[in-house]
């Protein structure tokens, strides 16, 4: 489920995706496909790169898939990967591009010139909080803390995020402090090539606060190399129990961002659902659980047709939202 909330104004109750937290009966480990090459829109250790290379690791170490191989293909706040997997159709039928909320928010804005419905839309795979983080040795502890230092000294206290101005990691941080009763649009937004670069410059003092996939920080945060100072979830989280909600901080707002997968235009029918039956019995294997709970991903399977619906719902969800912050 995607709820977006500010305030005490329940602007969105809409697009709701189907939950998947039960493991279908048909998974054997029964090898489904050879290969899969899973091309990547951002650089190393974002968020597309998590669940990409968690998704082939579960796959390949389930039986289901024989290999797996990863390309990383940053530029365009993912529009270079868009085009090539679209440019060069005929020659990547064995590929399956990684995305997310991003592609419904960059065609809105008009940036890509394509969107997902030029694309071979095989199945929504999972669901990743967001969550505010600071480093380690920062004064700010809290949403209140950093709600403070923005009063005091807004142009002062960046927030970064790996992804383009009024792409989803600003997105997100505009809408908690939407809902924390401030200006949205006053936040200094520094925007990074994907999650790895921003949690760099958090990490080097270049920014007082990330604005990340909860799965993005919670290694590190569990590692005592940053603190996640609020997270988007309406209930904490398993992986870092100790990091609190929005909610449990007053900031009545949540939000979990989608990840699935992508095929080239006109992908044979057979070999989309390879791909799709391939995903559907990673479900009930343990080395998906493994995954999956390393990384407080929620379950969000979308197959086929259904991945359609959603993507459409959330389309003029994320639109509503867009217009509403002057995004749009």
Known sequence: MMTFKFGRRALVAGAVAALSFGAPAFADGHKVLDSIH??????????????ARGTGEALTNAGLVGSASFENMSGGGGGKAIGY???????????????????????????????????TLVSGTIGDYAAMVVGKDSPINSMADL???????????????????GGMDHLVAAMVMEAAGKDALGVKYIPYDAGGKAMAALLSGEISALST????AVDLANAGEVKIIGVTSDARVDAAPNAMTMKEQGIDTSFVNWRGFFGAPGLPADKTAQYQEAISKMYATPEWETVRARNGWVNIHNSGDDFKVFLEAQEQVIGDLMRKLGFL
């Open 85 to 119: 997997l679209i440019e060069n159709a005929d020659s990547n039928h064995g590929t399956l591009m990684v995305n997310s909320t991003p592609i419904v928010i960059r065609s809105l804005t008009g940036v890509f010139p394509h969107n997902f419905r030029d694309l």
């Open 147 to 165: 709600i403070a230092a923005y009063e005091a000294d807004a142009s002062g206290t960046a927030i970064g995020g790996g992804s383009v101005p």
């Open 38 to 51: 899973f091309l990547i829109p951002g650089g190393a250790g974002g968020g597309w790169d998590g669940t």
């Open 213 to 216: 996939g909860f799965s993005e």
